[in-house]
């Protein structure tokens, strides 16, 4: 009869190949994972709103972030957070300048109208310029919430300090569990400023799979922005290999980690999806090997 080897009696090499098999197995799911997220009730609810957000220009997407850097997050006017998603800005709080076109319709000439079809488009719009509006970003407003497909992880994790110590020592940039980010970011890695944060008071497995996807992102993408993908390929490859990290660690992310990868997968394209999960495979290696390592009692 073959019995199965405890994890302790495992010789190094045995504990590395599980960890590697399980890491396997876990992105061998997630496509199946994505694909159940998409054909789901919540998924068509989140479309749903995201479709109520305004699509802002380069100048204006540049102008929010010079005003709330590496903040904001959803934004909208305060008209529209109060109509579309039942919620108010804040007492206080200050409104992000943007570019409004002003835009005024005129009739068409004869010569005009008579290459139309209808008549509904005898009118045509001319923008007269620009004037200074203002829109609110999400962490600024209450009310009801908005939709969410990704769940937040809230299993404790085994020997949690312990991790993290292990995350902390094999990553290129220190590791913070600060105060102060916005509510929708549970972390972020800079190259610029040369750190990596994870919010504070999250649970446990949470700010672990948080840590481990900042530190996919300064392993995958420490280099200029020119050479780096789009940041929706870049959150595709972080979180899939915090997903398949995770699960050679014993946590499963899969309520939070598909419903994250689907958002961000959106259009892209089977060619682009295989091309980044083999950049996934080979990242979650490295980084497992290097967390092993430094765990071996």
Same mark, same amino acid.
């Given at each position: 009869?073959?019995?199965?080897?405890?994890? #302790?009696?495992?010789?190094?090499?045995?504990?590395?190949?599980?960890?590697?098999?399980?890491?396997?197995?876990?992105?061998?799911?997630?496509?199946?994972?994505?694909?159940?997220?998409?054909?789901?009730?919540?998924?068509?609810?989140?479309?749903?709103?995201?479709?109520?957000?305004?699509?802002?220009?380069?100048?204006?997407?540049?102008?929010?972030?010079?005003?709330?850097? $590496?903040?904001? =997050?959803?934004?909208?006017?305060?008209?529209?957070?109060?109509?579309?998603?039942?919620?108010?800005?804040?007492? &206080?709080?200050?409104?992000?300048?943007?570019?409004?076109?002003?835009?005024?319709?005129?009739?068409? &000439?004869?010569?005009?109208?008579?290459?139309?079809?209808?008549?509904?488009? =005898?009118?045509?719009?001319?923008?007269? &310029?620009? #004037? /200074?509006?203002?829109?609110?970003? /999400?962490?600024?407003?209450?009310?009801?919430?908005?939709?969410?497909?990704?769940?937040?992880?809230?299993?404790?994790?085994?020997?949690?300090?312990?991790?993290?110590?292990?995350?902390?020592?094999?990553?290129?940039?220190? /590791?913070?569990?600060?105060?102060?980010?916005?509510?929708? =970011?549970?972390?972020?890695?800079?190259?610029?400023?040369?750190?990596?944060?994870?919010?504070?008071?999250?649970?446990? $497995?949470?700010?672990?799979?948080?840590?481990?996807?900042?530190?996919?992102?300064?392993?995958?993408?420490?280099?200029?922005?020119?050479?780096?993908?789009?940041?929706?390929?870049?959150?595709?490859?972080?979180?899939?290999?915090?997903?398949?990290?995770?699960?050679?660690? $014993?946590?499963?992310?899969?309520?939070?980690?598909?419903?994250?990868?689907?958002?961000?997968?959106?259009?892209?394209?089977?060619?682009?999806?295989?091309?980044?999960?083999?950049?996934?495979?080979?990242?979650? #290696?490295?980084?497992?090997?290097?967390?092993?390592? /430094?765990?071996?009692?």
């Amino acid at each position: 009869m073959k019995t199965t080897k405890s994890y #302790k009696d495992m010789t190094r090499e045995e504990r590395k190949a599980a960890a590697q098999a399980k890491a396997q197995a876990a992105l061998d799911r997630l496509g199946d994972g994505i694909r159940s997220v998409w054909d789901s009730e919540a998924w068509r609810r989140w479309l749903d709103t995201l479709a109520k957000f305004h699509d802002y220009s380069l100048n204006n997407t540049m102008l929010i972030a010079m005003q709330m850097p $590496g903040a904001a =997050t959803r934004v909208a006017s305060y008209r529209s957070w109060k109509r579309d998603f039942n919620r108010h800005v804040k007492r &206080g709080e200050r409104g992000i300048e943007v570019l409004v076109p002003m835009v005024v319709k005129s009739k068409l &000439g004869n010569d005009e109208q008579a290459t139309q079809d209808d008549e509904e488009n =005898t009118e045509r719009k001319r923008l007269l &310029g620009f #004037k /200074v509006g203002h829109v609110f970003d /999400v962490s600024q407003t209450e009310g009801e919430p908005l939709p969410e497909i990704a769940e937040q992880v809230s299993a404790d994790v085994s020997d949690f300090d312990s991790l993290m110590d292990a995350i902390k020592a094999v990553s290129a940039y220190p /590791v913070e569990v600060v105060d102060g980010l916005p509510p929708e =970011t549970n972390g972020l890695f800079s190259r610029r400023l040369g750190y990596i944060a994870v919010r504070k008071g999250m649970p446990e $497995g949470q700010t672990v799979k948080t840590a481990l996807h900042e530190l996919a992102h300064s392993v995958m993408h420490d280099a200029d922005a020119e050479r780096l993908p789009d940041r929706a390929m870049r959150e595709v490859q972080a979180e899939s290999v915090a997903y398949a990290m995770s699960a050679a660690l $014993g946590l499963d992310t899969s309520g939070y980690s598909f419903g994250y990868v689907a958002s961000w997968a959106v259009g892209k394209t089977e060619e682009e999806m295989r091309a980044c999960m083999r950049a996934v495979r080979d990242a979650a #290696k490295r980084i497992l090997d290097r967390l092993q390592l /430094v765990m071996e009692p």
